[in-house]
């Protein structure tokens, strides 16, 4: 995975996609293989969890939002905690954020008082305030109503056209294809077939991944 890439991971549940993607922070200890991030073995011991997941934004399936904060208090919290910066610098930042996700008028809300589309984006602002190098999402709509998936993969695309490092786990197929730089198809816990998106989705060449684009496209 290179600086501007977004690589989108595809497949059946359970195969693997998600331990794969929470392996990139650790979040999942490798039991073999390595890591790389800039240069660096990440699996090493003594290896700076803290610090790694500070360049490393994650967005997760359930939102993970602390319910008893606000908006407000969710994505600055991080920012005075962790990175030290103050209370008026993190709040400038965050209203930033907000108005970019067309949110900026639910800064004093509680997570309650939001719609599972709106927490999410919440999420992604969350993890964008510390300005991560990479971001990754694993299934960052899966909880939500199909009317609710479009403005969520709207924020998501808005950071692919801005060249924003990203790891996507993802059931939404033509939101693949429209936003990849390069589609991983896995299953069984391996990597079936990766490429470009026109040739996965477009000139596929494993059995495996043939039956399961089939699958997915006589879905309702």
Do not use: W
């Amino acid at each position: 995975i290179c600086k501007g890439d977004v690589v989108v991971i595809i497949g059946p549940s359970g195969g693997g996609k998600s331990t794969f993607i929470r392996c990139l922070n650790l979040l999942e200890q490798p039991t073999a293989g390595k890591i790389y991030f800039e240069g660096e073995d990440i699996t090493v011991k003594g290896f700076d969890v803290n610090k790694h997941r500070q360049k490393v934004g994650m967005v997760f399936q359930q939102f993970n939002l602390f319910n008893n904060l606000t908006v407000l208090e969710n994505i600055t919290i991080s920012l005075t905690k962790v990175k030290k910066q103050s209370e008026e610098e993190s709040k400038e930042k965050a209203l930033k954020l907000l108005k970019r996700v067309g949110l900026e008028d639910k800064a004093n809300a509680y997570p309650s008082q939001l719609s599972g589309g709106q927490k999410q984006r919440i999420a992604i602002v969350r993890a964008l305030a510390m300005a991560p190098e990479v971001m990754l999402f694993d299934e960052p709509t899966s909880a939500l109503d199909p009317e609710l998936t479009g403005e969520v993969l709207k924020v998501i695309r808005a950071l692919a056209e801005e060249h924003m490092t990203m790891v996507i786990v993802t059931h939404e197929m033509a939101f693949a294809r429209a936003v990849a730089d390069k589609v991983i198809f896995m299953d069984g816990g391996v990597i079936v077939e990766q490429g470009a998106p026109e040739a996965v989705f477009g000139d596929t060449q494993q059995e495996r991944t043939k039956q399961f684009l089939a699958r997915y496209n006589e879905r309702p």
